[in-house]
């Protein structure tokens, strides 16, 4: 895992929407695949930024998401659909018809995991972004005893919904489900950058960069089997010893 460490949230932000425009200039049809949540938001408005100034053009760029709640209607607040178009999409000159957030209603739950994972599959991705949870969840991959392979369903970890709960009026409004990436389709993402801003995340980061091994409990330790994952953080998080 090669790291990079910043002085400040915003700083994280810049370096990681470099690499995001380094590797769109070099490949324009990239797919990426992006994550939702307060740590990517500073990198999702310098993209924005270096668009509107020409310096990236995502005419053909391809997307799709991590993960979204079960249970929101496409325009609430909090679904992630219409956090990626508010965020990012609606203001940078990307396709519609090359954008997806997964979103799932009680009665397609099955087809539409395989479907996801088959559209997955098919386009392959090049380059994804990750946040981490306080609890080490990655996409909404929560500590379990085994790793999922593909696109599932699971039950949110209290402690995820706890801290999620900051969005939403309490923490009864806040999704008890999620759709997510499994852990095997995020680790076949040819490049893989994870961003960590927040004195909360101090924790984990410090966790994860001393991890000596694969654990489920942990799932971002996953992260130690991929070959090319760049961290980036700030100084206030990282801990050298
Ligand atoms: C969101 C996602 C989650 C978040 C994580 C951190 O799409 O995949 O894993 O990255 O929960 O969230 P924030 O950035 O809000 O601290």
């Known amino acids: 895992m090669n790291i990079i460490v910043k002085k400040n949230a915003d700083e994280v932000s810049k370096e990681g929407a470099n690499i995001f425009i380094e590797e769109i200039n070099k490949k324009p049809n990239i797919v990426l695949c992006l994550a939702t949540g307060s740590t990517p938001q ?18 053909r760029v391809k997307s799709f998401n991590l993960d979204n709640y079960i249970g929101l209607e496409k325009n609430d607040i909090n679904n992630y659909d219409y956090y990626m178009r508010e965020k990012l999409f609606n203001h940078i000159n990307i ?56 696109t599932h369903i699971v039950d949110l ?55 000596e091994k694969i654990d489920p409990q942990f799932p971002a330790s996953i992260l130690l089997a991929h070959r090319d994952v760049t961290i980036i953080t700030e100084e206030a998080l990282y801990d050298k010893n």
């Open 95 to 150: 396709d519609k018809e090359n954008w997806l957030v997964p979103f799932v209603n009680e009665e397609n739950y099955e087809t539409y995991c395989k479907e996801y994972d088959q559209l997955l599959e098919e386009s392959g991705i090049d380059l994804l972004l990750l946040g981490i949870g306080e609890n080490g969840h990655i996409a909404f991959n929560e500590p379990s005893d085994k790793f999922s392979v593909g």
């Open 157 to 211: 970890d209290e402690k995820t919904r706890k801290a999620n709960s900051r969005f939403f009026d309490s923490i009864e409004d806040v999704p008890k489900q999620a759709i997510t990436m499994g852990i095997g389709s995020i680790m076949k993402a040819k490049k893989i950058v994870l961003l960590a801003i927040g004195e909360k995340k101090k924790e984990v980061i410090k966790k994860l960069l001393s991890a």
């Open 42 to 59: 500073g990198l999702y408005k310098e993209l924005i930024k270096a668009n509107k100034n020409n310096e990236v053009n995502f005419k």
